[in-house]
């Protein structure tokens, strides 16, 4: 990795925390097989930090998975993971909360054609962690925990679908099983019933922004946005970049 180029992706950096644009095939909890980059060493290669001299190193306040691009969040302190951490644990009604936003390309099935132009889903993530997949229920039961997000239909073409997500809670794959359960498939996305896969191998849903407060600045507050790492047509089309 050369330190110009990651460069590039640090969307906002301090004593206490970095911003990476993450790229899909990247873990953001570690390595689990071959081929797949552990983003906390890129992390810690590009601020110069030796795991073998330093207590503490980059660690992921809230997780991506795998195949998942975007804004992602470490912390470079033990006292600035706690406050991070207890900023993502909050619910939307208590301040100092930090609020993720992302962008999906779904395919453009009956259920995404039905789907309401704005709205909340409310579902109770349970996780298999042999098949490391999550299934949305209607109701709560046992090992079941509450997932929310918000959502907007921005556009819909022939193929595909552009959704606007806030994700409100954080749970394991929770916006690809709560779309999944509607019958609405993110592009990519073979794990939860998309029709093809992508040549990068990752999957159409991106971090867009975080919002979130400053540590180490009382009612100070960081925004950071970041485009796909890779645009192509299909992303110029839906997200109006250019």
Same mark, same amino acid.
């Given at each position: 990795? &050369?330190?110009?180029?990651?460069?590039? &992706?640090?969307?906002?950096?301090?004593?206490?925390?970095?911003?990476?644009?993450?790229?899909?095939?990247?873990?953001?909890?570690?390595?689990?097989?071959?081929?797949?980059?552990?983003?906390?060493?890129?992390?810690?290669?590009?601020?110069?930090?030796?795991?073998?001299?330093?207590?503490?190193?980059?660690?992921?306040?809230? &997780? @991506?998975?795998?195949?998942?691009?975007?804004?992602? @969040?470490?912390?470079?302190?033990?006292?600035?993971?706690?406050?991070?951490?207890?900023?993502?644990?909050?619910?939307?009604?208590?301040?100092?909360?930090?609020?993720?936003?992302?962008?999906?390309?779904?395919?453009?099935?009956?259920?995404?054609?039905?789907?309401?132009?704005?709205?909340?889903?409310?579902?109770?993530?349970?996780?298999?962690?042999?098949?490391?997949?999550?299934?949305?229920?209607?109701?709560?039961?046992?090992?079941?925990?509450?997932?929310?997000?918000?959502?907007?239909?921005?556009?819909?073409?022939?193929?595909?679908?552009?959704?606007?997500?806030?994700?409100?809670?954080?749970?394991?794959?929770?916006?690809?099983?709560?779309?999944?359960? @509607?019958?609405?498939?993110?592009?990519?996305?073979?794990?939860?019933?998309?029709?093809?896969?992508?040549?990068?191998?990752?999957?159409?849903?991106?971090?867009?922004?975080?919002?979130?407060?400053?540590?180490?600045?009382?009612?100070?507050?960081?925004?950071?946005?970041?485009?796909?790492?890779?645009?192509?047509?299909?992303?110029?089309?839906?997200?109006?970049?250019?």
């Amino acid at each position: 990795m &050369r330190k110009g180029d990651f460069e590039k &992706r640090v969307l906002f950096v301090n004593d206490d925390l970095i911003i990476v644009n993450k790229i899909a095939g990247e873990s953001t909890d570690g390595v689990f097989k071959a081929g797949i980059i552990d983003l906390s060493k890129e992390i810690s290669a590009y601020l110069g930090i030796d795991g073998k001299k330093n207590s503490f190193l980059p660690q992921a306040v809230h &997780r @991506l998975d795998v195949p998942v691009s975007g804004c992602v @969040l470490f912390a470079r302190n033990a006292k600035a993971a706690a406050f991070l951490g207890n900023c993502f644990a909050k619910s939307v009604y208590e301040e100092g909360r930090a609020e993720k936003y992302y962008w999906a390309v779904v395919e453009n099935s009956l259920a995404f054609k039905k789907l309401p132009e704005a709205g909340e889903l409310v579902h109770f993530i349970q996780i298999n962690k042999k098949k490391n997949m999550s299934s949305a229920w209607d109701k709560p039961g046992k090992l079941r925990k509450e997932a929310v997000l918000r959502y907007r239909v921005k556009k819909g073409g022939v193929n595909y679908g552009f959704l606007e997500i806030e994700l409100v809670t954080g749970r394991h794959h929770q916006i690809r099983a709560q779309f999944a359960a @509607l019958g609405i498939h993110i592009k990519g996305d073979l794990k939860y019933g998309s029709k093809r896969s992508e040549s990068s191998g990752g999957i159409r849903l991106h971090s867009r922004s975080l919002y979130l407060p400053d540590p180490s600045l009382e009612g100070n507050f960081i925004t950071v946005t970041a485009d796909p790492p890779h645009i192509d047509r299909l992303w110029k089309d839906f997200a109006g970049l250019t």
